[in-house]
């Protein structure tokens, strides 16, 4: 029998990452993942006739540069589009264009231009001490060994560099709500929704939920990795994807696709490898797994086969979210008012006020539909006319308050969700309904059935301060190292978290490297 | 005049009309919610009748969890750190358990009647924690504490005592053998069981027979000077028999709120209870790291010089303090006066001498004693009754 060095459970981009890097140290890797296609929530899919959507992720804006350099993405048919602006609709017509630290149009006052630049750089500054963290294992902060006392002093010392302003402004801020934070910065009620928006997307909180400065600020780590705002990916999320595959391949990974992990194998006390829904058995010296920690511990090893402690802890890990997903297909360019038809290429925000964004909250918390969405638009076939046939156009968004569990069944109520979707976007977009040739509505259910991450959360579990860093995803199972021997997280469930990031997937097979569990 | 009844907060036992009935010294406590005597007449004398006839208490309080289904078995040798699949059916084991840190939550009794149906004896409620252990496990888990009644009778006639009441051939029951019979149309467990160290039996009946059950045996036993036995003589005899109590003894991990006052089993002289050899426990890792990385403290026995209990005491090594006295008490058949002490490494190993300081008082004074004390390798009071099958006749 073959015997691996590592097996990855997963082809999404951190376990795609994570092989190529066990790969590139001279590791033998085998990647394994039950889709047909590489890339796990960086995927396209055919959708109406002639179309393709990206049917999960929809913007890439944490990518790190880095590890595009690194592993030669470009050279493997990574193609990204421009940098987009922010266009948050509002109802009179008159949008507010953000673009980098700048903000203009709807009627913005010059004292609000000017605070959101100084609120940029300041947040800059935060996410250039978090990227810090980022770019290695969380510390411990007990039991730290020298590595990990090294970060703490280097964190520490950035603190300190900030000077005592930004050091105060950072601990107060961070553990507040993004709420507070705009109303402390802005009078414009759409350009704080439109910030806000970045701090609750892909998660189950509103802009009054602690831990919203937090999530902002991980967004904003985003632009200390090369980014600037959100892009598309040329040829669809799936790109991402298969750049992704093929890089893994050239550097010696194995990958095998339809080939569903059904369990981690335990022997003894410690994991040797994994079984196949066919039954096959593959040993390894380490299984490494990017699937979410829920999906790791309860479905493929079992509660069974951990500690009491450990179960307890995955059960209680949150991994909620609330976001969905729209896609339309339609017969031609659809019409915003306010919005040159040019600038539709861009990001179109429909998020009124962070009032409105809380009221939409209100009953996905107890399991409701809302009438008032906020919406992140992108009509990707601008830029790339590759997605739909020609002369034809597609609009994604990601939708906010959807609720994972309903009060009632989905049944039916997806149907009723997707034609308040359409209603709510005719408002802005008169017309649209007109050119729709098809059309659907995912829900986070939808996302944990087709990309297998409960919750439908694509941070693979809630990022809050309290499972975050050197608490990600729990205690007990930090520092990518799994609570049984043997095995490794190295999926969005790690540090430093999701949204398409990469350093997940780089940051575990680094430190798979360096505790010498490899021969 | 308000008519509010005032009613006690603590809850009573199926026996308590009975117990009432026989507390002479109106000398109540609380055991885990349930009001128990502290003593009946005489602390002393219920405790002769523990090693010289036969001592009753009611440890119907004594939490107590049924645990069945298909997963039962491997439900328990996660829960615990002994190996449980060595526990046959119609036997009775001693099991202690840990959390994933390896600190010691409580220690218990494992019965196992039947296939795929045991049942768990813990002296804290376990109700929560048994419930997040259940995950992932075909298992059914259900607090029958009030269900069953429960007696335990403890000393050398305690097994003629029960076979005058009805349990014909109980002598050859084996120490932690189970054997049931028939009391008034309902089946009546009889365990051999119990907390003294001695000759003794412990009784499960559904709580309608409870005080049929009292009634019978202080009326069969009265020739044999059967005697109610409280909580204070029940310390005493379990002292003796050098036999751990929980929240006394240790901290239960549950309820410790200070760093560094839990222990693991391995500082609580429990290593005989951890088997390595199963591939998965809670606390395992942590237990295997402490093994490798040197243990905090040793658990041990002291026969102390003299006759005062070194109750609440220092412990002292070339001066300096290494320890502290967890229970202590002169222990009169034994003719000793023992202590149980958590000291630190690397003290305490068998032989060694260490000093008590102890202070007792006598009409208002204080007293100092510098105790010389000296490490045992086991209980003074170890009876052959205790083991002997057929149980010895009187």
Known sequence: MTKYDAIVIGAGHNGLISATYLAKAGKRVLVLDGRATAGGCASTKAFSSGFHVSDCAQWLHQFDNNIIKELNLEMHGLRLGQPKRTLALQATGDHLVINGDSVKGGEISPADKKAFKHYKSQMRVFAKLMLKLYRKRAPKMVEANRGDQVTLLSLGLGLKMMGRKNMQDMMRLVLINIYDVMNEHFDHEGLKAAIALDAITGTNMGPRSPNTVFTYIHRMVGEALGNQGVTQVMGGMGSLGGALLSTAKTQGVEVRLDSNVSKIVKTDDRVTGVALASGEVIEATVVVSSADPTTTYRDLLGYRHIEAGQARRVEQYRTRSGTGKLHIALSALPHFDGVAPEDLSQRLVIAPSMDAMETGLNPMKYHELTTQHVFDISIPTLEDPTLAPAGQHLLTALVHYVPYALKTSWEGAREELLESLISQLEAYAPGIRALIVASEVRVPEDFETSHGVTGGNWHHGELSIDQALMMRPFPGSTQYKGSVEGLYLCGAGSHPGGSLMGLAGKNAAQEILKQGVLK | MSDVERKTMLLTTPFHSRVEQYCESNDWGAWQGYTTPNSYFDVELEYFAIRSTAGVLDLSPMNKYRITGPDAESFLNRLVTRNVSKIGIDRVGYAVWCNDAGELMDDGTIFHLGENDYRLCSYMRADDWLDWNALGFDVRVTNETDDIAALAIQGPVSCTILTLIGCEGLSAL?????????????????????????????????????????????????????????????????????????????????????????????????????????PLFNGRQALLKQESEGLRYRFVLLDVEGNKPAEHSFILKNGKQVGIVTSAAWCPTAKSNLAFAQVEMPHGAVGDTLVAEIYYQRELQWTRLMAPCKVIDGPLFNPPRKRQTPAPAH
Do not use: C, N
């Not at chain 2, 008034?184 to 499960?204: A, C, K, N, P, Q």
């Not at chain 2, 003589?233 to 036999?243: D, I, Q, Y």
């Open chain 2, 174 to 278: 084996k120490p932690f053998g189970i054997a049931r019979f028939d009391f008034e149309g309902v089946e009546m467990m009889v365990s051999r069981t119990g907390f003294t160290g001695d000759l003794g039996y412990e009784v499960w009946i559904d709580p309608s027979k409870a005080e049929a059950l009292w009634d019978q045996l202080f009326d069969k036993g009265r020739d044999y000077l059967i005697k109610p036995m409280g909580s204070d003589a029940l310390h005493l005899a379990r002292v003796e028999a050098g036999f751990l109590q929980a929240k006394v003894d240790f901290v239960p991990a549950e309820i410790a709120v200070r760093p560094g006052r839990t222990r693991t089993p391995l500082e609580m002289g429990l290593a005989w209870q951890v088997d390595f050899s199963k």
